[in-house]
């Protein structure tokens, strides 16, 4: 068990609906990573938030939101979803920012739009 | 533009012979380089990581080599047992950010 909880484990939705996904980091972490991973392809970044502000922003379509509240949680909003977005969504937690780049990983939550 | 890679999709080894896994990079500036290990139906775990200014490190079974002139990083795993049967990925990070850039992963199967 890493401490990251992620909700909902699945989702199936359909073309053109809005879904959020929800992280809970580790105990004392503040960052947060959101990360995509498609069929056959490695974990993309999408984005990273450090105790409620944006860090870094990776392949993250405009269709996407993310924000990490005070309580360190973050979701992650994905709109007019396609057939495409289907997809494993990771979410990462560290304690820092400037780290060597251990982080902690959800079991993802499995988007299958329909 | 995919800055590591991974282009071994499998590896079959059998039980108690040594695991070679590799990974390329493009990018010299990247300052550390880690491996994750992922179990089906579960998010990834770090193994093992080395920085950009050492060329091994060592951990029990699993020992990580960093070739920078060739921009190779290899993860050997001695001696492989099944339960190490799993999905390997590489990783890369730079040092002013948290994110990791993925490779696409290694899927190791070890034969009892």
């Known amino acids: 068990d890493s401490g990251v909880t992620q909700t909902p484990k699945h989702l199936i939705t359909a073309t053109g609906q809005r879904v959020t996904l929800r992280c809970s980091p580790r105990?004392?972490?503040?960052?947060v990573y959101w990360y995509q991973q498609s069929l056959d392809q490695g974990l993309q970044f999408l984005i990273q938030y450090y105790n409620g502000e944006e860090r870094a922003k990776g392949n993250i379509l405009e269709r996407f939101s993310a924000q990490q509240f005070p309580d360190l949680h973050s979701e992650l909003n994905l709109s007019s979803l396609e057939l495409g977005d289907s997809a494993l969504y990771f979410c990462?937690?560290?304690?820092?920012?400037?780290?060597?780049?251990?982080?902690?990983f959800g079991e993802g939550s499995r988007l299958t739009v329909l | 533009d995919q800055q590591v890679k991974q282009n071994s999709p499998s590896l079959s080894v059998q039980e108690g012979r040594i695991s070679i896994l590799n990974c390329d990079y493009t990018?010299?500036?990247?300052?550390?380089f880690l491996w994750y290990k992922k179990y089906p139906a579960e998010g990834p775990t770090f193994l093992i990581s080395?920085?950009?200014?050492?060329d091994k490190n060592e951990d029990g079974r699993f020992t990580v080599f960093l070739n920078k002139s060739a921009k190779h990083l290899s993860l050997h795993i001695v001696p492989s047992q099944p339960g190490d049967s799993a999905v390997y990925f590489c990783a890369a990070s730079f040092r002013n950010t948290g994110k990791l850039i993925f490779g696409q992963g290694t899927t190791l199967q070890v034969k009892p």
């Open positions: 990462a937690s560290s304690v820092g920012t400037m780290n060597t780049g251990e982080l902690f």
């Open positions: 105990s004392g972490d503040l960052s």
């Open positions: 990018n010299s500036m990247f300052d550390y």
């Open positions: 080395i920085s950009s200014i050492k």
